[in-house]
């Protein structure tokens, strides 16, 4: 009675919503600000002391939602959510963008740059994540600058080169992916931290309303069906080296599942529609079911969001896959921080800032 009890809780689930919003009031919105500004005067989410600040910013602005707000934070929490959208948050200083972008260099320092990492910090800490980055990728740094620096986009950069590299650091079209590392995603494994279990976008400057699309995971294995579900579990994939990883570390990697089942996430995914490959050894059975999952993944549309500076995405990046197209306007700039559950245990190589071995 209690399996049939369970299988109607889940199927109940996987019809409920995938996304929500939650909407700030402007008390709450200046609130925000607020925090966010004291995080940003000490130099932003990479010094040491911005971890307690957004817990206990988190802590206070938790204290002034409404039950609609807590019960969608909630959902998301229970990771019943693929993504989590706020909205009604304050502009920060430069709200119309530049006729060029600023440098990664400029803008890494920028006073309303570090607020809205300041900002995604507070906001993980909500969802009880606490913010990260890895050795291996972003120099090791919690802020992550999403922009076309080094070309592929529709106008072509005054230093463009030849190759272009497939990151969010270019203006490349980016195929549904979750984000690296693929080794696995609660505990570490073969000496490698879990992948992010989320993470959280702003825009600094989107002038061309460009969407970022989210692909939630559960209707498409749904589509599938159970036995080609099971196969994704199976350690019979490959993938290849993310270009984002800094020059000379990092790998590619083998002998990993797309989906792990797992007590406190449900079930988590891990997938690059361009980086990962099915295993030559593997059965019939697998290699099918590789096929038919990526085809369901290239039907699904997913739903899209376009960010702006009042508003922040988090993306959970064990339930969906997210993808953009080609980036059109090269002042479109976002910034991005990786989080982890509370479930997740990594390989800690610092606390604060949080930095772990990738
Ligand atoms: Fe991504």
Not at 101 to 107: A, F, K, V, W
Not at 196 to 204: D, H, Q
Request: proline content about 4%; some cysteine; aromatic content about 6%.
């Amino acid at each position: 009675m209690k399996a049939t009890n369970n299988l109607a809780a889940y199927e109940a689930e996987i019809s409920e919503a995938e996304h929500l919003t939650v909407s700030f009031s402007e008390e709450q919105a200046a609130l925000l600000s607020r925090l966010s500004s004291e995080i940003s005067e000490i130099g932003g989410i990479q010094s040491p002391g911005a971890k307690e600040i957004s817990i206990r910013g988190a802590r206070q602005l938790a204290s002034c939602l409404d039950d609609e707000q807590s019960s969608h934070i909630e959902r998301y929490k229970q990771g019943r959510l693929s993504s989590l959208a706020f909205e009604g948050l304050c502009d920060v200083r430069l709200s119309h963008a530049p006729s060029v972008l600023p440098s990664p260099t400029e803008l890494k320092t920028h006073p309303s740059v570090l607020m809205l990492g300041a900002r995604n910090q507070i906001l993980l800490n909500i969802l009880d994540h606490r913010s990260f980055s890895y050795d291996i990728d972003n120099d090791g740094e919690q802020l992550r600058l999403v922009a076309n620096f080094k070309g592929g986009g529709v106008a072509r950069l005054s230093q463009e080169g030849e190759f272009v590299e497939q990151s969010s650091h270019s203006g490349l079209s980016l195929g549904p992916h979750t984000e690296a590392p693929y080794w696995c995603s609660s505990s570490a494994q073969g000496g490698h931290s879990p992948a992010p279990s989320a993470l959280i976008l702003s825009a600094m400057w989107n002038p061309g309303n460009e969407p970022t699309t989210v692909i939630p995971v559960a209707p498409i294995l749904s589509n599938i069906g159970p036995t080609n579900t099971l196969c994704l579990t199976s350690r019979s994939f490959n993938f290849t080296r993310s270009d984002s990883f800094n020059a000379g570390q990092g790998e590619g990697g083998g002998g990993i599942s797309i989906l792990e089942l797992d007590q406190n996430h449900g079930f988590s995914i891990r997938f690059n529609s361009y980086r990962f490959s099915v295993d030559d050894s593997a059965s019939g059975l697998v290699q099918r079911a590789y096929m038919e999952f990526c085809s369901a993944v290239s039907r699904s549309a997913g739903y899209k969001y376009v960010l702006s500076q009042q508003s922040a995405l988090v993306i959970n990046n064990l339930r969906a896959l997210h993808c953009r197209d080609v980036v059109k306007d090269n002042r479109r700039l976002l910034v991005r921080v990786f989080g982890y559950s509370k479930y997740v245990n990594p390989i800690v190589i610092r606390d604060d800032p949080l930095l772990v071995k990738g």
